[in-house]
């Protein structure tokens, strides 16, 4: 329909960092078309020339800066967790001790 194979669809989406799953893709493929096809001209456009493979060291630093990325966010969002305060648990009241019962006679 719109003149790409699927793996190359698929790698395209990778390339330009689009993340869509099986499902919703079908979703947008059945239902809402002019979505779908936006996404596959996304895909085409990331995409190298046919016969032209990427080169492999320029898609290493744009996947290697973004796990970077990812891991700074993680790492902050870690350590703002760890700063917050912990609700301090409330204590139960101390037992008063039992009061003797007078012995009877």
Do not use: W
Not at 10 to 28: C, D, P, Q, S
Not at 43 to 57: F, I, R, T
Request: charged share 40%; no cysteine; net charge positive.
């Amino acid at each position: 329909m719109n003149e790409i194979k699927y793996s190359r669809f698929i790698y395209g989406l990778e390339l330009a960092n689009i993340k869509v799953n099986r499902k919703m893709l079908a979703e947008l493929a059945t239902n809402h078309e002019e979505v779908f096809t936006k996404l596959v001209e996304a895909a085409k456009a990331a995409l190298p020339e046919a016969g032209k493979a990427p080169d492999l060291a320029e898609l290493k630093k744009q996947y290697g800066a973004a796990e970077k990325k990812v891991k700074a966010v993680e790492e902050k969002a870690a350590e703002e967790e760890e700063k917050k305060e912990k609700p301090v648990a409330k204590k139960a009241p101390a037992k008063k001790p039992a009061a003797k019962k007078k012995e009877e006679k």
